[in-house]
């Protein structure tokens, strides 16, 4: 089925399904469930995080389906829903990984001065990180790394294959800032796979 067929397939059965037929809503989440998952997949890099808000992207749908106007395929609207959920995600999880790394921060003596704690040996950890390190897991690392608004867009376009202008409708942003911010995510991206092929000719 062509991208336009498919996309008056979801205009009918949106339409339908703002009519209040739930076959047809149920029809639209299969046809985009897949994609939803693997987008927070890539974006969350949790399995469970990513079937959560692919639950809580159709969930959301579903109960703003009558405000949604068609202005951008349902497509588009649907994976912006799960992009900001996925954000959510991530900066939740930021939050929280920050008041852990607190509780685990220095301990002090009651006369205020550090208290001895074991430091971790770091050398078995670069060790390790050294010997198992190839191509695909740099290129997740560099991935993981890219701000977030460089992420999602990498993943949008070199990733899912979205077409710019369908970009902008899952963003909101306009196709320069969008072009501009590729350019970037791309550039940061081939420096780390420069970087692992450069690490192996010096030995590394």
């Known amino acids: 089925m062509s991208d336009e067929a498919a996309r008056e397939e979801d205009r009918q059965l949106l339409a339908r ?23 927070a997949l890539r974006m ?19 109960q703003h389906l009558k405000d949604f106007r ?13 992009a ?5 995600r991530l900066r939740h999880r930021r939050v929280a990984q920050a ?19 074991p430091v971790s040996d770091w050398s078995r950890d670069a060790e390790e ?13 560099a991935t993981d790394l890219l701000p977030q608004g460089y992420r999602e867009v990498f993943l949008l376009k070199d990733v899912d294959g979205l077409s710019y202008e369908q970009i902008a409708e ?5 196709i320069p800032a969008i072009k501009s ?6 550039l940061a991206l081939r420096e780390a796979i420069d970087d692992f092929y450069n690490r192996d000719s010096r030995g590394a």
Not at 24 to 36: G, I, M, N, T
Not at 44 to 62: M, N, V
Not at 181 to 186: C, G, I, P, V, Y
Request: aromatic share 8%; glycine share 8%.
């Open 84 to 88: 900001n959920h996925a954000l959510m």
């Open 17 to 39: 399904a703002q009519d209040g037929d739930v076959s047809a809503f149920e029809a639209l989440v299969d046809a985009h469930r897949d994609k939803v998952y693997g987008l």
């Open 129 to 141: 990180k050294a010997l198992d390190a190839e191509l695909g897991t740099a290129i997740q690392q």
């Open 44 to 62: 969350t890099r949790s399995e469970a995080d990513a079937a959560e808000i692919t639950q809580d992207t159709f969930l959301s749908a579903y």
């Open 99 to 117: 008041a852990e790394q607190e509780l685990q921060g220095p301990e002090f003596t009651e006369r205020g001065s550090l208290a001895e704690y």
């Open 181 to 186: 911010r590729l350019h970037r995510a791309r």
């Open 70 to 82: 068609g202005d951008a395929a349902f497509g588009s609207w649907v994976h912006r829903i799960a």
């Open 170 to 174: 899952t963003t909101g942003d306009s």
